[in-house]
């Protein structure tokens, strides 16, 4: 299962498995995440699903749709998650 993201700031410096994954905390209005990949592998950081207090479907990411991934490339600048309205997360 994905690691959960459980501070404003987080870095993997492991992540040695291209299946390796977190999931971010339920999307509410106000909150920012940074993830910073420093592994080997580029990794996958899924929105919370609704069993995991996500909005109802699941929480969305960008217009990747609810519950699906966004790419956090390895070695590179970090994603930097904002949320403006409850169970919708956006990156910069």
């Given at each position: 299962g994905a690691t959960p993201i459980l501070a404003s700031q987080v870095g993997f410096a492991t992540v040695a498995n291209a299946g390796d994954a977190a999931v971010l905390p339920p999307a509410k209005a106000g909150?920012?995440?940074?993830?910073?990949?420093?592994?080997?592998?580029?990794?996958?950081?899924?929105?919370?699903?609704?069993?995991?207090?996500g909005a109802v479907g699941g929480?969305?990411?960008?217009?990747?749709g609810q519950n699906n991934p966004l790419t956090?490339?390895?070695?590179?600048?970090?994603?930097i998650f904002?949320?403006?309205?409850?169970?919708q997360w956006w990156t910069k």
């Open positions: 909150m920012q995440v940074d993830v910073i990949n420093h592994g080997v592998q580029n990794m996958a950081v899924y929105p919370a699903a609704q069993a995991q207090g929480d969305q990411i960008n217009t990747l956090a490339v390895s070695n590179t600048t970090p994603a904002y949320c403006l309205t409850d169970g």
